[in-house]
Nanobody, 126 residues
Framework: QVQLQESGPGLVIPSQTLSLTCSVS??????????WTWIRQAPGKGLEWMGA???????YYSPSLKSRTSIFRDTSKNHFTLQLISVTPEDRAVYYC??????????????????WGQGTQVTVSS
C-alpha cells in the first residue's frame, strides 16, 4: 500500500526557508516512471503544482516558483524534500506531496497524481 506523509514546521518566519519532507512507504522513489511532486493550496484558492522529481532524480518546477523552489531526494531514506526560499505570507498554504505512477512525462495538474499525503499546514508569520 502506497503511503505518503509530509513533515516539517507549521510556522515559518518571513524571508526564511521552508523545508518539508515527504516520507514514502509501499514503493521505492526510484521506481521507473514514477513522478514525485509537491502541490499546495492557499486559503480560498485552488491547487497549485509546485514541482516534481522523477525516478532518476530529474527535477521539474513551476515557472512561477522556479526561482525559489528546490526538490531533492534521499533514496536511502525513501523520501523527498521541498525547499522554498524567501517565504512570504502569500506562501501560507496546505502543502501536499503526491505521486504519479507510470507516467511518461511530468504532469503539472493536481488531478494527474494518484496518491497523496494528508497535507500539512504551513503558516508564514513573524
Amino acid at each position: 500500500q502506497v503511503q505518503l506523509q509530509e513533515s516539517g514546521p507549521g510556522l515559518v518566519i518571513p524571508s526564511q526557508t521552508l523545508s518539508l519532507t515527504c516520507s514514502v512507504s509501499g514503493v521505492s522513489i526510484s521506481t521507473n516512471y514514477h513522478f514525485w511532486t509537491w502541490i499546495r493550496q492557499a486559503p480560498g484558492k485552488g491547487l497549485e503544482w509546485m514541482g516534481a522529481i522523477d525516478w532518476s532524480g530529474n527535477t521539474y518546477y513551476s515557472p512561477s516558483l522556479k526561482s525559489r523552489t528546490s526538490i531533492f531526494r534521499d533514496t536511502s531514506k525513501n523520501h523527498f524534500t521541498l525547499q522554498l526560499i524567501s517565504v512570504t505570507p502569500e506562501d501560507r498554504a496546505v502543502y501536499y506531496c503526491a505521486i504519479g505512477i507510470q507516467r511518461t512525462q511530468v504532469a503539472s495538474r493536481a488531478y494527474q497524481y494518484d496518491y497523496w499525503g494528508q497535507g500539512t499546514q504551513v503558516t508564514v508569520s513573524s
